[in-house]
């Protein structure tokens, strides 16, 4: 039986986004592990701008805090071009706008499995 996550995952290109590089990689392999192709690690917004601006992305999994800045713009061009993305954040609800009450947010560590279905049910 094929599992969740590479039924769901295979094949998409998930852009990741998170400044610490040693849960970018675990991210990226367990994406990889799923039949995703990733798409960065980008470690902070300009990076993942640009990304968002020049490459294909399916789906997107981003870390609100970037240091000193907020991953909301690359969000924003997410959800205008309707790409599926989820936050994997530390941080609660309460510090996201209110026009992403609907994203979900795994939290962190997260476990492949729901962060494919998160993005793609």
């Known amino acids: 039986m094929i599992d969740t996550a590479e039924r769901c995952l295979s094949g998409k290109r998930i852009l990741v986004v998170e400044d610490d590089w040693f849960l970018a990689m675990a991210m990226a392999q367990q994406l990889e592990d799923a039949g995703a192709t990733v798409v960065g690690p980008a470690p902070d917004l300009e990076e ?69 279905k998160a993005l793609f049910g």
């Open 48 to 116: 993942a701008m640009e990304t968002v601006r020049t490459e294909r992305i399916d789906g997107a999994l981003l870390d609100v805090g970037l240091d000193e800045m907020r991953s909301f713009p690359v969000a924003d061009v997410l959800k205008a071009r309707r790409v599926p993305f989820v936050f994997a954040s530390a941080f609660g609800r309460r510090a996201f706008p209110n026009a992403y009450a609907d994203v979900p947010n795994l939290g962190k560590p997260f476990d492949v499995r729901d962060a494919a």
